[in-house]
Nanobody, 118 residues
C-alpha cells in the first residue's frame, strides 16, 4: 500500500498562488487515478481534481481554469497548482489514489492547510 504525504499549504492573499505536493512512498506509475480533495470548516469533504494514468484530468466547477493537477511518475509525486486563489478555497487539502475518483484506496492523511485571507 502506497502512503501519501501532502505539503505546500500556507497562508496566501486573495489572487495569489500555491503549489501543493503529494509525495508517495512508492511508485505511482501503475496507479490509475490520483485525486485532490478538500474540506473547509463545517463543510463536507469535496473532490477538487483528479488525474488518470493517461493524463486525463477532471476538475470541480469551482476551480476550473484556476487549478491544475499534474503527476510526475518519475518522482512519485502528485501536484496541485492553485492560481487566482479565493477566500472560499480555504480548506485542508488531501491527496488520495484509487481505481477512480470515488473508489479510493488507503486512508486519509494529515492533509495540508491552505488559508486565503487578506
Amino acid at each position: 500500500q502506497v502512503r501519501l504525504v501532502e505539503s505546500g499549504g500556507g497562508l496566501v492573499q486573495p489572487g495569489g498562488s500555491l503549489r501543493l505536493s503529494c509525495a508517495a512512498s512508492g511508485s505511482i506509475f501503475n496507479i490509475n487515478t490520483m485525486v485532490w480533495y478538500r474540506q473547509a470548516p463545517g463543510k463536507e469533504r469535496e473532490l477538487v481534481a483528479a488525474i488518470t494514468g493517461s493524463g486525463s484530468t477532471n476538475y470541480a466547477d469551482s476551480v476550473k481554469g484556476r487549478f491544475t493537477i499534474s503527476r510526475d511518475n518519475a518522482k512519485n509525486t502528485l501536484y496541485l497548482q492553485m492560481n487566482s486563489l479565493k477566500p472560499e478555497d480555504t480548506a485542508v487539502y488531501y491527496c488520495r489514489y484509487g481505481f477512480s475518483a470515488s473508489i479510493l484506496y488507503g486512508s486519509w492523511g494529515q492533509g495540508t492547510q491552505v488559508t486565503v485571507s487578506p
